[in-house]
């Protein structure tokens, strides 16, 4: 078992920046491919980022491609989500998700945090 917990989210201005930040533990977190989620309101829940165990590439969804930036601290068993110039359609309930040794462009995460809130006002 994975365990995550989410942190960091809160109320931003749009054009602003906010960094969230999800902690893992139960495993060897450098084994892992870890991604992150949202879920505005009233939508389903759709892809963020990726990042990949072995060597740290990404990926990231073009809604937020050059504005969000994913990294992982694997001595620190974290991983981030830096967000800038931030836009109110941006409000979302962020979930951390990991998969053991998974290819980072796939979509399937076994484990998920619980969210953290992240609010743009306009």
């Known amino acids: 078992q994975v365990q995550l917990v989410e942190s960091g989210g809160g109320l931003v201005q749009a054009g602003g920046s906010l960094s969230v930040s999800c902690a893992a533990s139960?495993?060897?977190?450098?084994?892992?491919?870890m991604a992150w989620f949202r879920r505005a309101p009233g939508k389903e829940r759709e892809f963020v980022a990726a990042?990949?165990?072995?060597?740290?590439?990404?990926t990231y969804a073009e809604s937020v491609k050059d504005r969000f930036t994913i990294s992982r601290d694997n001595a620190k068993n974290t991983v981030y989500l830096q967000m800038n110039t931030l836009k109110p359609e941006d409000t979302a309930v962020y979930y951390c998700?990991?998969?053991?040794?998974?290819?980072?462009?796939?979509?399937?995460?076994?484990?998920w945090g619980q969210g953290t809130q992240v609010t743009v006002s306009s």
């Open positions: 990042i990949s165990w072995s060597d740290s590439r990404t």
């Open positions: 139960g495993r060897t977190f450098s084994d892992y491919t």
């Open positions: 998700a990991a998969r053991y040794r998974y290819n980072f462009m796939g979509r399937d995460y076994r484990y």
